[in-house]
């Protein structure tokens, strides 16, 4: 099947610097890509929709300018944690759609811890 | 508004049959999903279902009714790596998917 690449898969940062995580599509193109960040026990919540090429598409409450996404090219999609405080660390991950029939495939998500 | 409904958390045996519900409420209706969950880690794919009728998959099957707004996930053989989370998902009619909070599994010996 269609293949996701998160990277980093953890990342530990001290309180206000920024931290960028990629998001890749291996094996194929993803005109858009999907933003989640999950705590713990709790399910996905959608923070953005990635859109290549154009601005992305934040939920209600997310805000754009402290997680800034950028869908470059077809294939890759960042996301960045500006001024990353304590309440950041999450577990974000990202998922990309795959051909006509919408599936949706993830990456391995990336652990973000906050100093 | 838009609500997707599954059981917190489940217990089973290894090597037993078990059935996670899924009902939902959702604008319009394009397709659910079913994923896997293990702490910590990424979902992955499970299986995905748009007409009615059972779709089987090995050991996991998925059922929909779409006139009950109703989906099960069903596990035969369980084994102690099916402990994970089980989420279900619908797509409405904008495409969205709307993620329910996931059932967690526990596997006992």
């Known amino acids: 099947g269609a293949v996701v690449s998160q990277h980093p898969s953890r990342v530990i940062c001290k309180s206000g610097t920024s931290v960028k995580i990629e998001c890749r599509s291996l094996d194929f193109q993803a005109t858009t890509m999907f933003w989640y960040r999950q705590f713990p026990k709790q399910s996905l919540m959608l923070m953005a929709t990635?859109?290549?090429?154009?601005?992305?598409?934040?939920e209600q409450g997310v805000e754009k300018d402290k997680f800034l996404i950028n869908h470059a090219s077809l294939t890759l999609s960042t996301l960045t944690v500006t001024s990353a405080h304590p309440e950041d660390s999450s577990f974000y991950i990202c998922?990309?759609?795959?051909?006509?029939?919408?599936?949706?495939?993830f990456g391995e998500g990336s652990r973000l811890t906050v100093l | 508004g838009q609500n997707i409904d599954q059981p917190t958390e489940m217990t089973a045996t290894e090597g037993a049959i078990v059935q996670i519900n899924c009902t939902y409420q959702?604008?319009?209706?394009?397709?659910l999903f079913w994923y896997q969950q293990h702490a910590g880690e990424a979902p992955t794919f499970l299986s995905y279902n748009v007409l009615d009728g059972l779709e089987e998959k090995g050991r996991f099957s998925s059922f929909l009714s779409r006139s009950k707004g109703y989906s099960y996930l069903l596990l035969k053989e369980l084994q102690m790596k099916d402990s994970a989370s089980y989420l279900c998902?619908?797509?409405?009619?904008?495409?969205?998917?709307?993620w329910g909070a996931g059932t967690k599994l526990i596997i006992k010996p």
């Open positions: 959702t604008s319009g209706f394009n397709g």
């Open positions: 998902a619908v797509r409405d009619s904008n495409y969205q998917l709307i």
């Open positions: 990635s859109n290549e090429g154009s601005k992305a598409t934040y």
């Open positions: 998922s990309a759609v795959a051909g006509d029939g919408g599936e949706l495939f």
